[in-house]
């Protein structure tokens, strides 16, 4: 990075001194250099088959090459392995071995380690008489580089004709070089990838003869798994396993050195190959048995870091360079948000510039026209997206990621929800291959997830499935005729409104009874009997119900962990219901003990919950947490005086009653009922929704809560109160602990001496949207890191930043951005906090003849021509409007 050496050492085979080495080295690319005719017969040339778009192109094989073959004089006879490590103490001496023992002595060159400063040095594992016996040359790098430059620096070193890049835990099986040798000496322009099958650690014998060779480009500059693809040709590598000659490797300059650590290596090899005059070619009789980490096996586990940032910063080198105009789509996604506002940078990348000038590379449609079997033929490069309405109930097709009640293998379904032009869940377009081989499209992906729609037996429910490029997943085979989504697999049955629901059961809680709240806005448990010998209740009286006394819910563990309080009936025998006054403060507050529990006393968490823990001794009481105001008629009170003078409330304990109010969700932000409607793809914007009315349920206040506006830290604090209440009491978001001693996240009314509904942020303000993380009295964060939203301890991590990032809009919107984890490759939506979550019905299987009979019929809508389309004919000077796609 600072353009200096990094520190190397250099522990050679045999007994021959360094210096020896370097002058045969140096001989060695003397006499590579004197050879005029090699080096004229061997430079790339530019490629002699002109790329022309041809339709309905369903196989690689039938597109010509992007470049003639050459001819090698100089014959391609002997390999060099190189074995990036870092901290494989386990499994490098086997790699090794297997290594030397399965390549013929004449071909096999050397076998370079690179180790990449692990905590043991490898030439402490490999001893000297080892090293000597297997070829093998240990390069030692005293700080780490990172498997990038690791294998940089051994491609650079090997001395072979061919450079076998391989990991340092695989066994190759027998003959796996004949493959190799054999498509190189035909075009040392290609890069060959052997199939990879997997190793079983423990006895080191392969466990299949399956395995895979081929990865596909994704837009958001990644890459997945094809093996289904039908073709001799890789569109890109999967990175750590491939041969390459040592002429091609020279003359596309090797790896990006300005990449660090791991990832993304792989996607600018196989770009600035497939663009530069070369080919990669999966060489499937070529076998090389590869150890895969398992989270259920310690001894898989990485032994090295790879920082999230490092891996995404590769792969937008990568695609910076190489995707030309659509880089803007590499661009639209989350995970390159911090890139695009300037916060990280990828850094210059004029060395690969010049190498691009002096291959003279072709342009990325070149790329798509290649393989525009991937790109046309899936659906990768769509002629539109939209969204499925159903016309009888006006509704839509959207994917529910937080479903009520079970579903099969907790498989997400589709429902029907209000129409919603903002949601990515309910945008599709045409994809999979037709299994006729004719072209696009055999089923329905979500845009930019790669998930499809999918139903498994002929009346059951319809659901998210990854999906199958190839079209062979019969489940996914959809198809819209004549306002029908039918089933392919058994064109009798299609999708609709699942059979048995009335039309009109999805409807707003809005036009629902107000839940029932069974408590006041003011505390209602009494203090009861404190005179008595026998111990005092704290009660809570019910006009409609029993008495109440209040008690913990569960017998203490043998830790003695603190126990949650609720209510039962007084009648009850569960629980302990007597209380006892302990230890007396100075002020007239106390400790508040159980009666039948030695040392067992009341604790009000900072304000959070009532709990049951040992009891401090009296100079911990003094911190207050279990110090109460016990009056006979009167609420249990806890004074918060000493965590901020200007902050003089009582708190009191409440009863856990579930059920009893508002739960919220996190659904898909919607303008309101009228605005929605109205609003199409392409006329909304961002900006424009900040201005107008929320969906009854996402609309909030923030409330102060202080009337002098900040505590003495300098905080805000207010709370989140409904937009729309339904009677006169409004009602604030509010956390607490629930009897099973989770904390829960509802509405319940608002109260100013409640700070379970007291919400602060550290806030800064962008295009009239808050940035923030929501935090609470207790100092918990809300996160929604999950289809659910639930509170976390606040995190200063990378990805717990982002789960517990919000949005408080100028619309009254409370909204979670999209969220991404796992450098990209998982995410979720953006969403918005809902207390009047709309009911969703779910979509399934049912007879054609009784969707026509019950008056179902789809259609599209918002039809759009997505960017990565319009990028296209923007670079080809086409129309929109053609049938070219």
């Not at 054999?182 to 290609?190: Q, S």
Request: proline share 6%; aromatic share 10%.
């Amino acid at each position: 990075e600072n353009g200096k050496a990094p520190e190397t050492e250099m522990v050679e085979s045999g007994g021959t001194c360094w210096i020896f080495g370097v002058l045969a080295l140096v001989g060695a690319v003397s006499a590579f250099l004197l050879n005029p005719n090699f080096l004229e017969d061997l430079k790339p040339k530019e490629p002699v088959v002109e790329v022309k778009l041809v339709e309905h192109i369903t196989n690689a094989e039938a597109f010509p090459t992007t470049a003639a073959p050459i001819k090698a004089k100089h014959p391609i006879q002997t390999l060099s392995v190189v074995l990036p490590c870092a901290n494989e103490d386990d499994f490098v001496m086997r790699t090794v071995q297997s290594v030397f023992e399965s390549v013929p002595e004449d071909q096999l060159e050397e076998i370079l380690v690179v180790d990449d400063a692990s905590h043991r040095s490898i030439s402490r594992v490999l001893k000297h008489d080892f090293l000597r016996a297997h070829k093998t040359r240990v390069l030692r790098q005293v700080k780490s580089q990172g498997l990038i430059r690791s294998k940089k620096r051994g491609g650079n070193a090997a001395k072979g004709d061919v450079i076998v890049f391989l990991d340092c835990h695989v066994k190759p099986m027998e003959n796996w070089t004949v493959p190799i040798f054999k498509n190189l000496r035909e075009n040392p322009r290609r890069v060959v990838v052997p199939l990879i099958t997997p190793l079983d650690p423990e006895t080191w014998e392969e466990t299949a003869t399956i395995g895979g060779s081929k990865m596909c480009l994704t837009w958001n500059a990644d890459f997945h798994w094809c093996n289904w693809y039908q073709s001799k040709y890789v569109p890109i590598l999967s990175g750590g396993i491939l041969a390459i000659s040592r002429f091609w490797w020279e003359a596309t300059g090797g790896y990006d050195e300005r990449m660090v650590a791991w990832g993304g290596e792989n996607l600018d090899q196989s770009l600035r190959t497939w663009l530069c005059g070369g080919e990669i070619v999966a060489a499937e009789e070529s076998r090389v048995a590869h150890m895969w980490r398992d989270p259920n096996k310690p001894e898989t586990q990485l032994r090295y870091t790879i920082p999230s940032t490092a891996v995404r910063r590769n792969r937008l080198r990568a695609a910076q360079f190489w995707l030309g105009p659509w880089i803007k789509k590499v661009m639209s996604f989350p995970e390159f948000e911090d890139f695009k506002e300037g916060t990280l940078e990828i850094g210059d990348l004029d060395n690969i510039a010049a190498i691009a000038r002096n291959l003279k590379c072709k342009a990325f449609d070149s790329y798509i026209d290649r393989f525009q079997d991937l790109y046309f033929g899936t659906g990768l490069i769509p002629k539109s997206t939209f969204h499925f309405r159903e016309k009888s109930t006006g509704l839509c097709l959207a994917l529910d990621l937080n479903p009520k009640g079970p579903t099969p293998d907790d498989l997400k379904p589709f429902v029907l929800a209000p129409c919603n032009a903002r949601t990515e869940m309910q945008r599709f377009h045409a994809a999979n291959m037709k299994l006729d081989g004719s072209g696009c499209c055999s089923g329905f992906s979500i845009w930019n997830w790669a998930t499809c729609l999918a139903m498994y037996e002929p009346r059951g429910g319809v659901y998210a499935q990854a999906c199958e490029p190839d079209g062979g997943v019969p489940a996914q085979l959809i198809s819209l005729k004549d306002g029908l989504l039918v089933w392919e697999e058994d064109s009798k049955y299609c999708l609709g409104p699942q059979v048995g629901v009335p039309s009109d059961a999805i409807e707003e809680t809005s036009k629902q009874k107000d839940p029932k709240v069974s408590f006041s806005t003011s505390c209602e448990p009494r203090v009861k009997e404190l005179d008595s010998e026998e111990g005092f209740l704290i009660v809570l009286e019910q006009e409609d119900g029993p008495e109440l006394c209040l008690t913990w819910h569960d017998i203490l563990n043998d830790l003695g962990e603190e126990q949650h309080m609720r209510f039962l009936p007084c009648k009850d025998k569960r629980g302990f219901f007597r209380f006892e006054l302990g230890y007396q403060h100075p002020d007239g507050r106390h400790q508040v003990q159980l009666k039948k529990l030695f040392k067992k006393c009341l604790d009000a968490d900072s304000g959070r919950f009532l709990s049951v823990v040992p009891c401090e001794d009296e100079e911990k009481a003094r911190k207050l947490n279990q110090l109460f105001t016990v009056e006979e008629g009167k609420a249990l009170g806890w004074n918060t005086a000493g965590f901020g003078a200007e902050m003089n409330i009582d708190w009191c304990a409440d009863k856990f009653v579930e059920g009893n109010t508002a739960e919220i969700e996190l659904t898909p932000c919607e303008l309101a009922a009228e605005k929605a409607s109205e609003a199409t793809p392409v006329q909304w914007s961002e900006e424009a929704a900040l201005y107008e009315a929320p969906r009854d349920g996402q609309g909030w206040i923030r409330d102060p809560v202080l009337s002098e506006g900040l505590d003495s830290k300098g905080k805000e604090w207010f709370r989140l109160k409904e937009a729309s209440p339904i009677g006169e009491v409004s009602r604030c978001l509010t956390h607490q602990r629930t009897s099973s001693g989770n904390v829960d996240l509802r509405m319940k009314p608002c109260e100013t001496d409640r700070p379970s509904q007291w919400w602060t942020h550290n806030a800064h303000r962008s295009d009239g949207k808050i940035y923030s993380r929501l935090e609470s009295y207790d100092g918990k964060c809300l996160d929604a890191g999950g289809t659910q939203i639930f509170m976390t301890p606040c995190s200063h991590a990378e990805i717990d930043l982002l789960a517990q990032r919000w949005i408080i809009s100028r619309n009254g919107w409370v909204q979670a951005p999209l969220y991404w984890y796992d450098n990209g490759r998982e995410k979720l939506p953006a969403r918005c906090l809902d207390y009047r979550a709309p009911k969703a019905r779910r979509v399934s299987g049912l007879s054609c003849d009784a969707a026509r009979e019950a008056g179902f019929s789809w259609e599209q809508i918002w039809d759009e021509i997505p960017q990565e389309t319009r990028i296209y004919h923007e670079v080809k000077g086409t129309s929109p409007d053609s049938d070219e796609l």
